[in-house]
């Protein structure tokens, strides 16, 4: 598996003792080098300069990376030289169409954030529709799609566990699960190469 723009690690962590072989890509060189024992291999690059092997991952991952890219379209594509036959794509990206972004925008602000769907970093946009079609345009297809909640426990740490927090939570995903577009946090894709 490659992740790419793997940051500190943290997929690396997740899947730690699972007996995957996993690789990353990321470019900021501290984050690399902390991510090093977690991986076989790191290449502390970005998805534009490093030389990949064809053909060699099974699963790709771009979680909350493309929309930190000049050319996702052109950065998918080169990962596609790498995947093996039948090689599945995991993506994410943030939804630009969620509902506090929606409000932002209706009362005239467009504010630069540290996270979410308005990080400051961000060159892209996404919604369900333009990030399916970023991912057709990469020759990629779309088998599976999901709207994730926004992150409760990062927005009121302190109530995490709580009863009301539980409750917040249940309810959380059962709106995404209703009105996906207008309050999923971030779309979530499973694609192949087509």
């Known amino acids: 598996m490659l992740d790419v723009g793997a940051a500190e690690g943290l997929l690396g962590q997740a899947l730690a003792g699972s007996g995957m072989v996993l690789d990353a890509i990321e470019p900021n060189p501290q984050w690399a080098g902390a991510a090093r024992p977690l991986y076989r291999k790191v290449y502390a690059a970005t998805v534009e300069a490093v030389e990949l092997e064809p053909g060699a991952y099974d699963a790709i991952v771009c979680a909350d990376v ?4 000049v050319d996702p379209v052109a950065a998918l594509r080169r990962l596609k030289s790498a995947a093996a036959p039948g090689a599945v794509f ?3 990206v943030p939804n630009i169409a969620h509902l506090a972004v929606r ?9 630069s954030m540290e996270r979410g769907p ?8 996404y919604t369900r529709a333009t990030a399916e ?5 990469a020759g990629l297809r779309v ?6 909640a926004a992150p409760l426990d990062e927005i009121w740490p302190r109530g995490r566990g709580g009863l009301l927090f539980r409750a917040l939570t249940a309810g959380q ?21 087509t």
């Open 66 to 69: 493309l929309e930190h890219l």
């Open 90 to 92: 995991l993506v994410s």
């Open 103 to 111: 409000l932002l925008l209706l009362s005239g602000r467009f504010p």
């Open 118 to 125: 308005l990080d400051k970093t961000h060159l892209h946009f």
């Open 133 to 137: 079609q970023m991912l057709a345009a």
């Open 143 to 148: 088998t599976a799609v999901h709207a994730t």
């Open 173 to 193: 995903h059962g709106a995404v699960w209703l009105w996906p577009r207008l309050l999923g946090y971030q779309w979530l894709f499973e694609a192949q190469v």
